[in-house]
């Protein structure tokens, strides 16, 4: 039977997987570029199977969960900064 800590670490490298690869398929649609599509799908990928291997190494849960913090913190200014760069350019351009 899996301990405690390695299911809450499947459950959450499950959860960036989604968050991952929608973003991804996202930027995609955007870009509309196979290529773009297919890069964008492997960096997903390889950002899943990056999150479960530092799940399974000797970091402790209080220093996993600071890292997510900070990869919540990145998304966020992301988010922000795409949210300000695009706020009203739709009128400006008219």
Avoid: P
């Amino acid at each position: 039977m899996k301990s405690t800590r390695e299911q809450d670490m499947k459950k959450v490298t499950e959860a960036m997987g989604k968050m991952f690869r929608t973003f991804a398929d996202n930027v995609g649609e955007i870009l509309d570029d196979a290529d773009v599509k297919a890069k964008a799908k492997a960096l997903a990928e390889s950002m899943v199977d990056a999150a479960a291997k530092v799940g399974q190494s000797k970091v402790t849960d209080e220093e996993m969960r600071a890292k997510y913090r900070n990869v919540g913190k990145a998304a966020k200014t992301l988010g922000a900064s795409l949210e300000k760069h695009f706020d009203g350019t739709e009128e400006s351009a008219r």
